[in-house]
């Protein structure tokens, strides 16, 4: 279990500022989704989570290290990416393309053992897939690759897993089935997930916390119910939005005016 300490960062685009300041505690079992609207920097401060980039100001750790300090076969098994897009240069099975996410874990001659092949075919399992197992990843469709990728992250069995809008291309069934994963492996693993998405109706479902971006320099995080309110995600998205309530179950939705 490791615990992501963000402080006091600031990210820019050109002159533009994205955040202006920000600094959170993140911790084990938390599951994290960062909102806003297009170009609002979600993208960016995954990369900078990720030790891909550096922010313009501040710092991240993890486990109370830098990242920039961490080796990087080290930050490997501390924590996995799935980037917004996979592209695919050359034909492969779903299970070579899944097995690659074990690499940080290969030892001696570099050959995947036993173990690597199980939590591979695991992973295929949970987000069932198993059936796809032999296909080449050059014949499935967006949401059956947005799967693998997805399974590929899990397999890698980081304690921090970034995923950058992993429901994309996926249809409403198969979003529901894959948040409940992630979910689990927050609760199940005490591994800490964050991940950017556009429905704050499912943010708000299987989140615990949430941090919101206006794309102003603006940030406001903490849990979920807290952060993705009618008034601040209106604000964020220059779009009025109400809370629906019906028993349990609560929604986001849009103000729209008849004209």
């Known amino acids: 279990m490791m615990r992501l300490h963000i402080d ?20 084990p079992g938390e599951v994290w989704c960062i909102a806003g609207p297009n170009g609002a920097g979600k993208t960016t401060l995954i990369n900078v989570l ?16 830098p990242l920039d300090a961490w080796p990087a076969s080290g930050l490997a098994k501390a924590r996995a990416l799935m980037p917004q897009a996979s592209h695919d240069a050359f034909g492969s099975s779903v299970l070579d393309t899944v097995l690659l996410n074990r690499f940080p874990h290969l030892t001696g001659w570099g050959w995947e053992s036993a173990d690597d092949r199980a ?15 032999t296909r080449d990843v050059m014949t499935l469709s967006g949401g059956e690759r947005q799967r693998v990728a997805l399974a590929a992250v899990l397999c890698q069995n980081t304690p921090l897993l970034l995923l950058d809008e ?10 529901i089935d894959c948040l409940h994963v992630l979910a689990g492996e927050a609760r199940d693993q005490q591994h800490t997930v964050i991940f950017s998405c556009h429905d704050l109706n ?10 919101l971006l206006d794309g102003k320099g603006g940030a406001v995080a903490g ?19 109400a809370l629906i309530c019906d028993g349990a179950h609560e929604a986001l939705v849009p103000l729209i005016p008849n004209r």
């Open 50 to 65: 990720a030790g891909l980039s550096n922010p313009a100001m501040g710092h991240i750790k993890l486990d109370g290290r």
């Open 119 to 133: 939590a591979a075919l695991e992973a295929l399992e949970r987000l069932g897939l198993s059936s796809l197992k």
């Open 8 to 27: 006091g960062i600031a990210l820019l685009a050109g002159e533009r500022t994205l955040i202006a300041s920000l600094t959170q505690h993140i911790d």
């Open 166 to 175: 992993p429901l994309a291309h996926l249809d409403l069934h198969h979003q």
């Open 223 to 241: 849990h979920v119910a807290d952060v993705l309110t009618p008034e601040r995600a209106s604000a964020a998205f220059g779009c009025p939005l």
């Open 202 to 211: 499912l943010a708000r479902r299987f989140s615990t916390h949430a941090l």
